[in-house]
């Protein structure tokens, strides 16, 4: 009875059950195939990312004495399809059964079935053993209520897996202070240097350029940097807890020129594709924490916990409580096309041209940026979700659907009508000032609202709210923001809208 087992690419979980014995009887599979490479225009560094974690991961498997099948992108025998090949080489291996992990995307998952169907021997799915919840899980929760609170989520979570609790009370007697992670870096405030890896890439490069894979983005000068590996994740995961931890909560909404990481992990890409699991990071922090509690601060470990625990798995539940629908939801009925700024970072908007531009050149913006910069004016211009989409699930190191479509389409451009978010995140150039050194410089001026100088953010801004009147006026947290555009003149609400329009018709000359 030989039987196969399929490993996706964001399938790396090398403390996998499947992995506690070695038979003989097993083959694991791996495939680089074109279906992945251009389901959406994906960065250099994504691509090259995924297909270096899962050489090393197929090696190490090898060494282990697993019989591993790794078919590379240029292998003669290789269809570039996951179904294809499957079939191919289950006559080839004269297969007997074969078996998968739950994928985490929507369309795979589809796909697997059918493939399933499709094939003539018995098949079976079982859980990847990754996350705290399982797909279902948030559904059941809050079955019978119109929203989802991530607070209630996240207090039932920490309960649940006894994380930062004292019995059934939360360490320190506070759930959440998210009100004391909103502080700018100070102007003397020297950044921690980002942990960076190094690895030669250039076989990778050119195995891409043969083969015609179409990316975007390029590599920093440090050139490869991302920790590919489990010992390099561990390692990042240490640096993070020993050097960064102390400050995480406090700037997690900092933005600066300065430094593109700021106090964030940079772990997302090792928890996606599962070379970490969110559980030993968490309990890494909260034992580091722990240790070390008259240097960090309780606010900054319950900030993180809150991010990977609270928000990751929220999400994850989000998506399949609402997918495949999700996918194209546009609430808020907006179709401006992405500009083109978007693909080369040249804007004269200092925020946005250094939040893209390190996004094109690290393959990595922190939450902030991807929030309240880049989703934040896409918003308030009025940008089609799925072009906003495509660009998010293409551009970041760490963007799979299940997590990027739920961040990108639910919290940041409010398309799924409130699912995620009861506002829309709009801010105008104050909060940007207020965050982060970006207007210093900038050739726009942040306090003014029209004029060829005006920052964009701000006329943007109004504008979104007066469009937007009918849905948002009743908001209970949004209702001031009408009494303030209430209280200002009909002339100056024109020139506003008028100012506005005239953004929206030009975007690609800001
Ligand atoms: P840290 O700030 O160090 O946070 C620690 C961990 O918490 C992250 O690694 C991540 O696993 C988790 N986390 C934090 N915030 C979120 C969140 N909102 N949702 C889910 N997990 C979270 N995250 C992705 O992993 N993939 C995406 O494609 C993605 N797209 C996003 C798109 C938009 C528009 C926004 C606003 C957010 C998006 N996020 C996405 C969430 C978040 O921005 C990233 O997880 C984070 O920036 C990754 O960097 P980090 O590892 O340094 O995070
Ligand atoms: Fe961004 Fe406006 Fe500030 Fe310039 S002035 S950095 S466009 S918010």
Not at 51 to 77: C, I, N, W
Not at 224 to 250: D, M
Not at 436 to 453: A, P, S
């Amino acid at each position: 009875m030989k039987k196969l087992r399929l490993l996706l690419g964001d399938q790396l979980n090398h403390r996998h059950p499947w992995f506690d014995t070695v038979d003989d009887q097993v083959v694991y599979v791996l495939m680089e195939i074109r279906q992945e490479t251009d389901y959406v225009r994906h960065h250099i560094q994504k691509v090259l990312a995924f297909f270096l974690a899962m050489r090393s991961f197929a090696a190490q498997l090898k060494e282990a004495g697993h019989h591993v099948h790794y078919l590379t992108l240029d292998d003669p025998t290789n269809e570039q399809d996951l179904g294809r090949n499957l079939q191919k080489l289950i006559n080839e291996l004269a297969i007997s059964e074969w078996a998968y992990q739950e994928p985490d995307e929507y369309r795979l998952d589809q796909q697997l079935l059918d493939i399933g169907h499709a094939l003539d021997i018995p098949f079976s799915m079982v859980s990847t053993d990754h996350f705290f919840t399982q797909r279902g899980e948030l559904a059941s929760l809050f079955k019978g209520k119109k929203t989802y609170l991530m607070e209630t989520f996240y207090r039932y979570m920490r309960k649940k897996w006894g994380i930062l609790m004292e019995g059934t009370e939360p360490v320190g007697g506070q759930w959440n202070y998210d009100a004391e992670n909103r502080h700018k870096l100070p102007a003397t405030h020297r950044p921690l240097s980002p942990k960076l890896f190094s690895k030669p890439v250039d076989d990778l490069l050119q195995l891409l350029e043969d083969q015609g894979v179409k990316t975007m983005g390029h590599l920093p000068k440090e050139g490869f940097i991302w920790p590919t590996t489990r010992a390099e994740s561990l390692e990042l995961l240490q640096y993070f807890v020993e050097n960064a931890l102390i400050h995480f909560g406090l700037y997690e909404d900092a933005m600066s020129k300065k430094d593109w990481s700021v106090y964030h992990s940079r772990l997302s890409f090792a928890l996606n594709c599962k070379l970490l699991s969110p559980k030993e990071v968490i309990d890494t922090a909260v034992q580091y924490w722990e240790k070390n509690q008259n240097l960090i601060t309780l606010p900054q470990i319950e900030g993180f916990v809150r991010q990977i625990l609270g928000w990751r798995e929220f999400m994850r539940g989000i998506y399949w409580a609402h997918m495949p629908s999700y996918a194209t939801l546009n609430a808020l009925d907006h179709h401006t096309p992405l500009p083109d700024w978007f693909w080369t970072g040249e804007t004269k908007m200092n925020c946005l041209r250094y939040s893209i531009g390190q996004s094109l050149e690290y393959a990595y913006a922190h939450h902030i940026q991807r929030l309240m910069v880049i989703g934040n004016f896409a918003l308030l211009a009025g940008i089609s979700p799925d072009e906003l989409d495509a660009w998010y699930l293409g551009v970041y190191i760490d963007a799979i659907e299940w997590v990027e479509i739920t961040n990108t389409r639910g919290m940041s451009q409010f398309a799924d009508g409130g699912i995620v978010g009861s506002k829309p995140y709009v801010a105008s150039s104050n909060y940007i000032q207020k965050m982060g050194d970006y207007c210093q410089g900038c050739h726009y001026d942040m306090k003014q609202r029209t004029g060829e100088k005006a920052c964009p953010f701000n006329a943007l801004y109004w504008d979104f709210y007066a469009r937007h009147e009918d849905r948002f006026r009743k908001n209970p947290r949004i209702g001031m923001m009408y009494q303030t555009w209430g209280k200002m003149s009909p002339e100056t609400q024109a020139s506003i809208r008028k100012q506005a329009a005239d953004w929206i018709a030009r975007l690609n000359e800001l």
